[in-house]
């Protein structure tokens, strides 16, 4: 009996949809995202795919997957119910103080995302927990009470809870959980105990205020989706991805949406860990343009690189630190607005310019022909040749290349171009845009970009990489089957997992090594019960340990990995090794005369690796003869001959300018690079070398 698992991704602009049988066979198909009501467009999408499979939902009997933009959403558009928040007395401003940061000395303008939760809407209780994790004062229940009859009288639907000190003793944040089960029932409540028990006040409070205030959005949502997904016949609970690149049931992640913010994007740095050990190839840079944002993401010794802290909502020209932080674990990317949606424009000085709006689905590039009227990325792609308006998801969807040449020549004329060179111009920018993020991320952790390979995909990647890649001094890019809906595809391929940390503040030199023993021993079985609820079996579960340690008096932590499991033995000096090596990669120094203190533990909790793979291998034969149609680069007209990627064969090297056409995606490569056909079905572009 074959096995068939689905996986549905909702991004900004498209919706993925991959059915993947236990043969290999793949059937995928994407539709424009419904923003009104996004399970309109899951659903559309799960429809087309089984109809190409020829199956109903009773076969879909492997997993179901979900990677969604719900969350996101919900924080952007701020249109969420009205959510409390309960503070210790003294402290009723954390979150429009924040960290006292400004992340632009010099610019007298510089904004921040309003807090999520206003001051009308925000409680003190009179309580105290010490920094080491001591109850000094107790709040009274009737104060609990009288502000849970508030919120209930007020149509509060969800409170986040922050108290001090909580991430060291969250008995106060509980009792205040249990008087509201009490008297507001109706309510849900979110502790900072346990949504992010972490040192730092105002990250703790960001998160949980997040957490609390989408909630109320994602459970009826993902009670919809089951519900849903079982009045059509389907048996299988739906997963969800999570920031951290793993899954997890359903029910779980409705209580923490928090987790769920870059579910889609991890996605695809996962599916880049699975290409880069298909490849042998341990470092390479991870791609993903999409119709919204574009996403980069450095891969190294097969894994991506995971980070403790990240934001959403960045107001002021996307920079960091006007947004709102969120201290959970998270793959750690770059994301930026600039998609096949991106607006372009011209700012004050004359300077052609794109995003970071984006026309989305709706009303899209005016060549969507939905209404749109500002020209953007794939208008210009259209108006250069690169894609053909006739052969867009395979025909499916016609392309209006009048309306998009009209649009990027009026957008041309004010600053004297012509409609190809303002086309080229936005080509150009949109790409620079992608390759200086690159740069800056990389640079940020120490790592030399330079020469890397760069795996592309996403429905724009493809399109607009090989350029990437020549900025980026990268020599070589890989196209992997099924590129356009790759994200969707690497939920099929991720693990079940999540990451839980906990601070316990400590010289490295003085640790207890029981107290270390029952913080992470708790850990582990949180995890172990949340992979359960996702239908794994004990012995299916694996861990992996690591710590966050600094030089006694800086702010900042390092995060490595334990050799050890700190449940059985503790190894201070092999982490002080660890750590020393890590500083020296990061900042070229290490301070001998310093002690080390540990800030957090972590510990993640992972199924097996799922044996899935697409059967995408290559095919032998003859080459096939190319179609031709000119396309626009760097202002003058180039013929340039144009493949469909089911008839390329294996071996044979094309030299660019080459465009290679699939239904979901259309790959363009550059004069001076030449692409072939791998033996795993991936195309292979390399630069030539220069003489």
Same mark, same amino acid.
């Given at each position: 009996?074959?096995?068939?698992?689905?996986?549905?991704?909702?991004?900004?602009?498209?919706?993925?949809?991959?059915?993947?049988?236990?043969?290999?066979?793949?059937?995928?198909?994407?539709?424009?995202?419904?923003?009104?009501?996004?399970?309109?467009?899951?659903?559309?999408?799960?429809?087309?795919?089984?109809?190409?499979?020829?199956?109903?939902?009773?076969?879909?009997?492997?997993?179901?997957?979900?990677?969604?933009?719900?969350?996101?959403?919900?924080?952007?558009?701020?249109?969420?119910?009205?959510?409390?928040?309960?503070?210790?007395?003294?402290?009723?401003?954390?979150?429009?103080?924040?960290?006292?940061?400004?992340?632009?000395?010099?610019?007298?303008?510089?904004?921040?995302?309003?807090?999520?939760?206003?001051?009308?809407?925000?409680?003190?209780?009179?309580?105290?927990?010490?920094?080491?994790?001591?109850?000094?004062?107790?709040?009274?229940?009737?104060?609990?009470?009288?502000?849970?009859?508030?919120?209930?009288?007020?149509?509060?639907?969800?409170?986040?809870?922050?108290?001090?000190?909580?991430?060291?003793?969250?008995?106060?944040?509980?009792?205040?959980?249990?008087?509201?089960?009490?008297?507001?029932?109706?309510?849900?409540?979110?502790?900072?105990?346990?949504?992010?028990?972490?040192?730092?006040?105002?990250?703790?409070?960001?998160?949980?205020?997040?957490?609390?205030?989408?909630?109320?959005?994602?459970?009826?949502?993902?009670? %919809? *989706?089951? !519900?849903?997904?079982?009045? /059509?016949? =389907?048996?299988?609970?739906? #997963? @969800?991805?999570?920031?951290? &690149? $793993?899954?997890?049931?359903?029910?779980?992640?409705?209580?923490?949406?928090?987790?769920?913010?870059?579910?889609?994007?991890?996605?695809? %740095? *996962?599916? !880049?860990?699975?290409?880069? /050990?298909? =490849?042998?190839?341990?470092? #390479? @840079?991870?791609?993903?343009? &999409? $119709?919204?944002?574009?996403?980069?993401?450095?891969?190294?010794?097969?894994?991506?690189?995971?980070?403790?802290?990240?934001?959403?909502?960045?107001?002021?020209?996307?920079?960091?630190?006007?947004?709102?932080?969120?201290?959970?674990?998270?793959?750690?990317?770059?994301?930026?607005?600039?998609?096949?949606?991106?607006?372009?424009?011209?700012?004050?000085?004359?300077?052609?310019?794109?995003?970071?709006?984006?026309?989305?689905?709706?009303?899209?590039?005016?060549?969507?022909?939905?209404?749109?009227?500002?020209?953007?990325?794939?208008?210009?792609?259209?108006?250069?040749?690169?894609?053909?308006?006739?052969?867009?998801?395979?025909?499916?969807?016609?392309?209006?290349?009048?309306?998009?040449?009209?649009?990027?020549?009026?957008?041309?004329?004010?600053?004297?171009?012509?409609?190809?060179?303002?086309?080229?111009?936005?080509?150009?920018?949109?790409?620079?845009?992608?390759?200086?993020?690159?740069?800056?991320?990389?640079?940020?952790?120490?790592?030399?970009?330079?020469?890397?390979?760069?795996?592309?995909?996403?429905?724009?990647?493809?399109?607009?990489?090989?350029?990437?890649?020549?900025?980026?001094?990268?020599?070589?890019?890989?196209?992997?089957?099924?590129?356009?809906?790759?994200?969707?595809?690497?939920?099929?391929?991720?693990?079940?997992?999540?990451?839980?940390?906990?601070?316990?503040?400590?010289?490295?030199?003085?640790?207890?090594?029981?107290?270390?023993?029952?913080?992470?021993?708790?850990?582990?079985?949180?995890?172990?019960?949340?992979?359960?609820?996702?239908?794994?079996?004990?012995?299916?579960?694996?861990?992996?340990?690591?710590?966050?340690?600094?030089?006694?008096?800086?702010?900042?932590?390092?995060?490595?990995?334990?050799?050890?499991?700190?449940?059985?033995?503790?190894?201070?000096?092999?982490?002080?090794?660890?750590?020393?090596?890590?500083?020296?990669?990061?900042?070229?120094?290490?301070?001998?005369?310093?002690?080390?203190?540990?800030?957090?533990?972590?510990?993640?909790?992972?199924?097996?690796?799922?044996?899935?793979?697409?059967?995408?291998?290559?095919?032998?034969?003859?080459?096939?003869?190319?179609?031709?149609?000119?396309?626009?680069?760097?202002?003058?007209?180039?013929?340039?001959?144009?493949?469909?990627?089911?008839?390329?064969?294996?071996?044979?090297?094309?030299?660019?300018?080459?465009?290679?056409?699939?239904?979901?995606?259309?790959?363009?490569?550059?004069?001076?690079?030449?692409?072939?056909?791998?033996?795993?079905?991936?195309?292979?572009?390399?630069?030539?070398?220069?003489?």
């Amino acid at each position: 009996m074959t096995r068939y698992s689905l996986a549905i991704d909702i991004g900004g602009t498209f919706t993925d949809a991959v059915l993947l049988a236990d043969d290999g066979r793949t059937f995928v198909d994407k539709t424009l995202t419904t923003h009104g009501n996004l399970l309109d467009g899951f659903f559309r999408g799960v429809g087309l795919v089984m109809d190409r499979a020829g199956i109903g939902p009773v076969d879909v009997n492997d997993v179901l997957v979900h990677a969604t933009t719900v969350v996101t959403n919900a924080l952007i558009e701020r249109k969420g119910p009205p959510v409390g928040l309960i503070l210790t007395k003294g402290f009723s401003d954390i979150l429009y103080i924040r960290d006292e940061h400004r992340y632009d000395m010099y610019d007298p303008q510089i904004e921040f995302a309003e807090p999520l939760i206003p001051r009308e809407r925000t409680w003190v209780v009179d309580e105290r927990v010490l920094a080491d994790g001591t109850v000094s004062r107790i709040p009274a229940e009737a104060e609990i009470a009288a502000i849970a009859r508030t919120c209930r009288d007020r149509g509060i639907q969800s409170v986040a809870v922050s108290l001090l000190n909580a991430y060291r003793n969250g008995e106060n944040e509980a009792r205040i959980a249990e008087v509201f089960a009490r008297e507001a029932p109706e309510i849900f409540v979110s502790l900072s105990s346990e949504i992010a028990p972490q040192m730092r006040e105002y990250l703790r409070t960001s998160t949980v205020a997040i957490n609390a205030y989408t909630v109320p959005i994602t459970r009826p949502y993902l009670d %919809a *989706l089951i !519900a849903e997904l079982d009045r /059509r016949g =389907f048996a299988q609970q739906p #997963l @969800i991805m999570l920031s951290n &690149g $793993g899954v997890i049931g359903a029910g779980k992640a409705g209580t923490l949406p928090v987790r769920m913010i870059e579910s889609g994007p991890a996605a695809g %740095a *996962l599916v !880049a860990c699975y290409f880069s /050990r298909m =490849f042998d190839m341990p470092d #390479l @840079i991870s791609f993903d343009m &999409g $119709g919204t944002t574009a996403k980069a993401c450095l891969i190294q010794n097969h894994e991506p690189l995971v980070t403790g802290t990240f934001e959403v909502d960045r107001r002021y020209r996307f920079k960091p630190g006007s947004g709102m932080p969120i201290t959970v674990p998270s793959i750690d990317m770059i994301e930026i607005g600039a998609g096949g949606g991106s607006i372009a424009w011209v700012d004050e000085l004359g300077l052609l310019r794109t995003g970071p709006e984006s026309a989305g689905s709706i009303p899209g590039p005016v060549c969507y022909g939905r209404g749109g009227t500002e020209p953007c990325v794939t208008d210009a792609d259209v108006v250069l040749g690169i894609l053909d308006p006739d052969r867009f998801l395979g025909g499916d969807m016609k392309l209006d290349a009048e309306g998009a040449r009209a649009a990027v020549g009026a957008l041309g004329a004010r600053i004297g171009l012509t409609p190809e060179e303002t086309a080229w111009g936005i080509y150009e920018v949109v790409c620079e845009q992608m390759a200086g993020a690159a740069r800056t991320h990389a640079t940020d952790r120490g790592v030399d970009y330079r020469g890397l390979p760069m795996l592309a995909f996403g429905g724009a990647g493809p399109v607009h990489a090989c350029l990437v890649a020549d900025l980026i001094e990268s020599r070589q890019v890989i196209y992997p089957p099924l590129a356009s809906v790759l994200s969707a595809f690497g939920t099929l391929v991720t693990p079940a997992q999540i990451d839980l940390v906990r601070s316990q503040l400590a010289p490295l030199a003085a640790l207890d090594p029981a107290a270390v023993a029952a913080l992470v021993g708790q850990m582990g079985e949180e995890g172990a019960a949340a992979l359960g609820e996702a239908g794994l079996a004990p012995a299916d579960i694996g861990f992996v340990f690591g710590a966050d340690l600094r030089y006694q008096g800086q702010q900042s932590e390092l995060r490595i990995e334990l050799p050890f499991d700190p449940r059985a033995a503790l190894d201070p000096e092999a982490m002080r090794r660890i750590f020393e090596t890590e500083y020296v990669a990061q900042y070229g120094l290490k301070l001998d005369d310093m002690g080390i203190e540990v800030v957090n533990w972590h510990v993640t909790a992972r199924g097996r690796l799922p044996e899935r793979s697409a059967a995408t291998a290559a095919r032998g034969g003859s080459a096939p003869l190319p179609r031709s149609r000119t396309v626009h680069f760097r202002g003058r007209p180039m013929e340039t001959a144009v493949y469909a990627r089911a008839e390329l064969v294996e071996g044979a090297a094309i030299t660019g300018p080459v465009i290679v056409e699939e239904r979901e995606t259309t790959i363009f490569v550059l004069p001076g690079w030449t692409v072939r056909l791998h033996p795993n079905g991936s195309l292979v572009a390399d630069k030539m070398m220069e003489h």
